[in-house]
């Protein structure tokens, strides 16, 4: 066969045998996460990978209000992605974050951020892309995760858009000039077993909600609000691309 009936017969291939679908659009390619900054004010997205995984974007930078920006990951990789606000860094990206900071750099490059901070955490290719966005470690920024592309039952948008730090209870509230600008988590604020299902309360069946992570799954019913909030909080796409959203 020469080149072009060798294409023909892949071609065949690809577009009648069911299974082969996903030569068509990803195969062994990357997942896209588009980034888009619909805040007033810039933000500074963060990004953690897992263990053994990449650094993208060598883990933060600058987006500008109204700004997008596509960041691609390898097949399987995993993650997540947070926002830092109130930050200032010099043209060396040393500074400081008031929410979200990553040990003073623009860049966190393996650092974590610093809690609260609101969390979009991705599983790729595992065998399908698991995603969710985590209050577990408080909030700060409204964020959503919304497939771009991918099919599966709950392959969903999700997010936790309303304005949590002006709902969020005494106790748990983060201030900077008397206006909140983060909330914490019960199990941040308060770090006993209860709040963070640690000792005697480290199964599913022991950890229940709280009055105060009832108050986020309130406001945020498709976001983690505690650490065994699994049933309605994780969602599935397979070979998804993604947009995460702040505001
Ligand atoms: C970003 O990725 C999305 C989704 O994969 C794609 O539709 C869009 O064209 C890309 N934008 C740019 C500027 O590359
Ligand atoms: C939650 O319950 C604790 C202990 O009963 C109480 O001190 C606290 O005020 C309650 N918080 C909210 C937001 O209801």
Redesign the pocket.
């Known amino acids: 066969m020469n080149l072009y009936q060798n294409s023909v017969v892949l071609f065949i291939l690809v577009y009648t045998i069911p299974g082969c679908d996903y030569l068509k659009t990803k195969g062994a390619e990357a997942a896209?996460f588009?980034l888009q900054n619909k805040c007033r004010n810039t933000i500074w997205p963060g990004i953690l990978p897992g263990s053994g995984q990449i650094q993208l974007m060598n883990g933060g930078f600058q987006l500008n209000p109204g700004e997008?920006v596509?960041v691609t990951a390898p097949k399987k990789w995993s993650g997540r992605f947070w926002p830092r606000r109130f930050c200032k860094f010099d043209s060396a990206g040393n500074g400081q974050c008031l929410t979200g900071d990553c040990g003073g750099k623009l860049q966190c490059t393996g650092a974590g951020g610093a809690p609260p901070a609101t969390l979009a955490e991705f599983t790729l290719d595992s065998p399908v892309d698991y995603y969710d966005v985590s209050l577990v470690d408080g909030y700060n920024v409204r964020v959503s995760i919304e497939p771009?592309?991918g099919t599966g039952p709950t392959c969903k948008p999700i997010s936790c858009l309303s304005e949590l730090n002006r709902l969020c209870p005494v106790g748990l509230q983060v201030k900077r000039n008397g206006h909140v600008v983060a909330c914490k988590s019960a199990c941040l604020a308060f770090n006993t077993p209860e709040y963070c299902c640690t000792g005697a309360y480290a199964t599913p069946n022991s950890c229940k909600p709280t009055n105060y992570s009832k108050v986020f799954k309130a406001v945020c019913p498709t976001s983690y609000s505690y650490a065994y909030d699994d049933p309605t909080s994780t969602f599935t796409c397979q070979d998804g691309?993604y947009l995460i959203r702040f505001c």
Do not use: A, F, G, I
């Open positions: 896209v588009t997008v596509n771009l592309s691309n």
